[in-house]
Nanobody
């Protein structure tokens, strides 16, 4: 059973930054595509960005381009989401997901973490 564990969330003031981590218990992590999603209470989970198995390709939803950066360390089985210039509207639960292809749809991913809360105060 593949497990994904997010960490790094918390309460941050607007304008601050955070780096979220997602540790994956999967020996084939280095061949797995990883995605980040976020969800606010009462809203649908939305795609944030994704990274391919080697880290050579990333793409993001338009609303986060320039502020969000996804990276990975295959030696540590970990993927990261760096968020700069945090805004109150970034307040969400952030989820990482693992899949076989680089995509923005829920169905592109087979495994999900439990999420980490990010709260941005104004």
């Amino acid at each position: 059973q593949v497990q994904l564990v997010e960490s790094g969330g918390g309460l941050v003031q607007a304008g601050g930054s955070l780096r979220l981590s997602c540790a994956v218990s999967e020996r084939t992590f280095s061949t797995t595509c990883m995605g980040w999603f976020r969800q606010a209470p009462g809203k649908e989970r939305e795609f944030v960005g994704a990274i391919n198995w080697s880290g050579s390709m990333t793409y993001y939803t338009d609303s986060v381009k320039g502020r969000f950066t996804i990276s990975r360390d295959n030696a540590k089985n970990t993927v990261y989401l760096q968020i700069l210039s945090l805004k109150p509207e970034d307040t969400d639960i952030y989820y990482c997901a693992a899949g076989e292809k680089l995509g923005s749809r829920f169905s592109d991913y087979n495994y999900w973490g439990q999420g980490t809360q990010v709260t941005v105060s104004s």
